[in-house]
């Protein structure tokens, strides 16, 4: 069992930076691949970048390249996404989750279903 606790979220010029973080609970947090994903209401919840159990390989979706970074700490049972030239689009809720299977490849990272463990998700809003 793993329990994900994300923080850092809130309100931001657009071009602004802001670093979110998720926090793992248990002893085993190195053996999950992590994924960011956001939502918006009344929209589906969408992939916004993923990392396998090492650090070693990282996904983006296409939006966020080059402006959003995914990082872990497996000593701090943490994964953090440092997002820069925020724009008012990516205003949501971000939500980080575990996964179990293949947690050293990336293979359907995107798909939500593939997670384990959910956090509760934090606010992110970016004005114009």
């Known amino acids: 069992q793993v329990q994900l606790v994300e923080s850092g979220g809130g309100l931001v010029q657009a071009g602004g930076s802001l670093s979110i973080s998720c926090a793992a609970s248990?002893?085993?947090?190195?053996?999950?691949?992590m994924g960011w994903f956001r939502q918006v209401p009344e929209k589906e919840r969408e992939f916004v970048a993923a990392i396998t159990r090492a650090g070693g390989t990282k996904s983006y979706t296409d939006s966020v390249k080059g402006r959003f970074t995914v990082s872990r700490d497996n000593a701090k049972n943490t994964v953090y996404l440092q997002m820069n030239s925020l724009k008012p689009e990516d205003t949501a809720v971000y939500y980080c989750?575990?996964?179990?299977?293949?947690?050293?490849?990336?293979?359907?990272?995107?798909?939500?279903?593939?997670?384990?463990?959910w956090g509760q998700g934090t606010q992110v809003s970016v004005s114009s």
């Open positions: 989750a575990a996964r179990s299977k293949s947690p050293s490849t990336l293979n359907r990272a995107r798909e939500a279903n593939e997670y384990d463990y």
């Open positions: 248990g002893r085993t947090f190195s053996s999950y691949a």
